[in-house]
């Protein structure tokens, strides 16, 4: 299972240091979507130009105008994209379109889709790489909201997928075992004191 840094930062600059610090300890470094929305695509070139090794992960959480929003993501340095699975067929299959064009990939997050598993698998179909079973910051504030259901989902969809939604030190075992092709933390790693410790505190919990 790899591990994917999600950086939900506003900055480039602090971006670049975030990744800099986690970057011996995971596969795949992704810019957050108000990052992306702060900075613009330079971020994408940005994190690229300082990690060419790792795969970068642009969540652009594209809804409408998959090929286009998917082409000039791909352009800046992104490897992989993401689409919501709420978006029409025709605007993954778009984005799947793109991906073919550069040698690169699409992920569809499945965040607000009332039945992943379902969707999960349409969007293989589609083309999709794989698929996020992922709960956002939003909906891990609820009350008694629980990594669980996504590991479910992920089991039961029978398809490539990460999951995303308060993976830590603590749950990575539950993750992995659950099937999951990328483990993908955010909080847990950007909020420590010690960025660099948090990221392979997490890694270390894969066997």
Known sequence: MKLQFAIDTLTTEHALALAAAAAPYVDILELG???IKSE???A???IKAAHPDKVVFADLKTMDAGELEADIAFGAGADLVTVLGSADDSTIAGAVKAANKHGKGV???LIGVAD?????KQVVELGAEFVEMHAGLDEQAQPGYSLDS???DG???????SVAGGVNASSIGSVQAS??????AGSAIYSADNVGEAAARIRAGIS
């Open 44 to 46: 994408i070139t940005a």
């Open 155 to 161: 089991e039961a969809a029978g398809v490539p997928f």
């Open 179 to 184: 099937g999951a092709r990328i483990a993908v």
């Open 40 to 42: 613009g695509l330079s």
């Open 150 to 152: 996504l590991l479910r």
């Open 33 to 35: 979507t108000p990052l």
């Open 107 to 109: 992920v569809v997050d």
């Open 116 to 120: 992943k598993p379902a969707r999960a």
